[in-house]
């Protein structure tokens, strides 16, 4: 059975100016703190940050790669998750990026997760 890591990736700012669904899911974003981008996968954090940024495909030829993170996306930001240890199911990592997503937007940062 797999496990799966919740990671957070940071983004380049520009994306709160640039991407509108970002900025209306985030109108507490006061510009202070860094914009985030949270996700959850059974690859380690540094495997998954490459998919991200080289758009890659599924075997089905389907995209696994986030837009936001492939454009925005900087570099990975182990201390806000390597607290968090992995976890048996996908609908518990499911669960856990969520929870993590809202907190860190609850602290000011500007987040997205799905």
Aim: aromatic share 12%; charged share 30%.
């Amino acid at each position: 059975m797999p496990s799966y890591q919740v990671y957070v990736i940071e983004l380049d700012k520009k994306v709160f100016s640039d991407n509108r669904k970002f900025r209306e899911a985030n109108p507490q974003f006061n510009g202070v703190l860094e914009c985030l981008y949270v996700g959850m996968s059974s690859k380690k954090p540094i495997e998954r940050f490459k998919q991200h940024k080289t758009g890659a495909l599924s075997k089905k030829g389907i995209k696994i790669s986030s837009k936001i993170v492939e454009k925005y996306g900087l570099y990975l930001r182990p201390s806000l998750y390597s607290h968090l240890a992995p976890v048996r199911s996908r609908a518990k990592a499911l669960e856990l990026e969520a929870n993590l997503g809202k907190e860190l937007r609850r602290k000011n940062y500007a987040v997205w997760w799905n």
